[in-house]
């Protein structure tokens, strides 16, 4: 949820300085983030899947893999994700959308992903609940009935909690709760989940790229190798010297100095500001060079300064060439 992402789901979300996602929408016109694959989930293909995909812990780690988009509303329509496939002229393999406190697992939109060859992949976001409250059990109804649902569901699902943490614009997050806290809380999510035998779940600790002044040391919220499958890092290209080395690279160091977790870059886009269809190249092969499973493209139109630039494909003919052209050998 860099700073783009960011528009909240309820009225006790709250809006922040952060990602573009850091609006997290309503409920029901949640903003989702859709990853596309450079090819099915078992094999790397051009062509995607339709079956759905294998078991949480099958899902592909090769380099690469992933390829992704957000869209807004698709919960309650696949269309926009299907658009922006016929737009690129690939299938997703892998849809994001942000859940908030207490809504629940939206099966109509996982199955909707798994019958176009995609898994569902949900960001949820804890809003103003306090981190301890979670950790000390007092939401175990709410996350032991979400986790059934994630259980019976039984294909592939990809969760992230209370992303972003390392970052100062969440109320879970830094300078506002304890890591410990933050960490207490995780463990118990995931150890609810586990006793409810949702198996099916890979788990996404997410963090901000590296910002001087605005986010904190990562080592300070890592939960442990026990409670994380993949790593997810959300950062953003918003001025013309952006480039996946100063929006990435660090973060990636320090990330792979932590542990051998997956990479993937859970949300990115290049706004107009920073020059997209001149970057788009750039993100392509910064994330071939990093070696990371994939990334999560936020194709989203905002237009509030520099923080929620307009990220969409569509409507900009030189990007979408670019970004196709850049599928072609991805």
């Known amino acids: 949820m860099s700073r783009p992402a960011r528009a909240r789901h309820r009225a006790r979300s709250v809006t922040g300085y952060g990602s573009p996602?850091?609006?997290?929408v309503p409920a029901l016109a949640a903003i989702a983030v859709?990853?596309?694959?450079?090819?099915g989930f078992a094999v790397a293909s051009h062509t995607?899947?339709?079956?759905?995909?294998?078991?949480?812990?099958?899902?592909?780690?090769?380099?690469?893999?992933?390829?992704?988009?957000?869209?807004?509303?698709e919960i309650a329509s696949y269309r926009p994700v299907s658009e922006f496939a016929a737009a690129i002229g690939r299938q997703p393999n892998l849809v994001l959308y942000y859940s908030a406190w207490e809504d629940p697992f939206y099966v109509q939109l996982a199955n909707?992903?798994?019958a176009h060859g995609a898994a569902p992949f949900v960001q949820i976001n804890p809003g103003r609940e306090p981190m301890s409250a979670i950790a000390a059990g007092e939401e175990d109804r709410y996350l032991r009935w979400y986790a059934g649902q994630v259980r019976r569901y039984g294909h592939p699902v990809i969760i992230g909690f209370a992303p972003e943490m390392n970052a100062k614009w969440n109320p879970w997050g830094w300078h506002h709760t304890k890591p410990s806290v933050w960490i207490a809380a995780w463990r118990h999510l995931v150890t609810v989940f586990r006793q409810a035998g949702a198996d099916n779940v890979t788990w996404l600790w997410t963090i901000n790229a590296d910002v001087h002044g605005v986010t904190g040391p990562i080592q300070d919220w890592w939960p442990g190798a026990n409670y994380v499958t993949w790593v997810g890092i959300d950062g953003y290209y918003y001025y013309a010297s952006s480039t996946f080395e100063t929006v990435f690279g660090a973060t990636i160091n320090q990330v792979r100095a932590l542990t051998g977790k997956p990479v993937l870059i859970s949300e990115t886009g290049i706004g107009q500001v920073a020059g997209q269809a001149g970057k788009i190249?750039?993100?392509f092969e910064g994330a071939e060079a990093a070696r990371v499973v994939g990334f999560v493209w936020f194709d989203q139109d905002q237009d509030a300064g520099v923080y929620h630039q307009d990220w969409r494909l569509e409507g900009h003919r030189a990007a979408l060439q670019a970004f196709r052209q850049a599928?072609?050998?991805y």
């Open 112 to 114: 909707a992903a798994r």
């Open 21 to 24: 996602r850091s609006r997290w």
């Open 48 to 73: 995607p899947r339709v079956t759905g995909p294998p078991a949480a812990d099958k899902l592909v780690t090769t380099p690469d893999h992933y390829l992704g988009v957000a869209e807004a509303n």
């Open 327 to 329: 599928l072609g050998s």
């Open 34 to 39: 859709l990853v596309v694959v450079a090819g």
């Open 281 to 283: 190249a750039d993100l």
